[in-house]
């Protein structure tokens, strides 16, 4: 009884790759990479976009100044206060038909207030965009941390499947050795078999010899 080397099995053992955990965290660097830099582009953005807003309201201001109704009209907007400003804008405009005030005497807002004003504006925007920021951070984390568990889950599985080759190989290389150990005692057999069959052929051939003879 012989058993096949491992180069006449009919199975094929395929090694598998150790850089496939190494792929998978390049590819986990690779997406956090590109959302960390997603949020800084963004934050770019917005800072050159504030940048061009804070030039574009000074030169705006001292270009253009602005009334005190129309600064009053839109404090009250800004503030959602619509039964206020229509009230304000009906008794404004009834005081300039009478003729009690006259367009162009309710003066202008100093730069100051509407300076003022537009930084608040700004602020305002920037605590949105710090929202919108925070909120793709926390998302970028989560989806970090979601390829770290499937990242750790694959390194087991890897893991586990190593083990289990390695076990197979242990448990081939012990049946050969044990199968080779049944050699010599088969060989032993089959020769005692063969001289016992020549030993009765003779006995036979002796006994029909005796029966001739008689």
């Avoid at 800004?78 to 009478?98: A, K, N, P, V």
């Avoid at 080759?165 to 010599?184: G, M, V």
């Amino acid at each position: 009884l012989t058993i096949a080397d491992d180069s006449q099995d009919d199975y094929q053992y395929e090694e598998i790759p150790t850089d496939d955990e190494f792929s998978l965290e390049e590819e986990d660097d690779e997406d956090l990479s590109k959302a960390l830099q997603t949020i800084q582009e963004q934050a770019e953005d917005a800072r050159i976009l504030t940048l061009q807003s804070v030039l574009t309201s000074e030169k705006s201001v001292a270009e253009i100044p602005e009334a005190i109704d129309d600064f009053f009209c839109n404090f009250l907007v800004r503030l959602g206060m619509s039964r206020t400003l229509d009230c304000f804008q009906t008794e404004w405009y009834e005081l300039i038909e009478r003729g009690v005030i006259a367009v162009g005497d309710a003066g202008l807002v100093p730069a100051v207030y509407t300076r003022n004003q537009q930084l608040e504006d700004e602020n305002m925007q920037l605590r949105k965009d710090l929202e919108n920021y925070k909120l793709a951070a926390n998302k970028a984390k989560e989806a970090f941390l979601k390829m770290q568990k499937e990242r750790d889950f694959h390194r087991m599985h890897h893991k586990r499947v190593l083990q289990e080759k390695a076990k197979l190989i242990s448990d081939i290389k012990r049946l050969k050795a044990h199968y080779a150990s049944y050699e010599p005692v088969l060989k032993q057999l089959t020769e005692k078999y063969q001289t016992l069959l020549r030993q009765k052929t003779l006995t036979s051939l002796e006994r029909d010899r005796a029966v001739e003879q008689v």
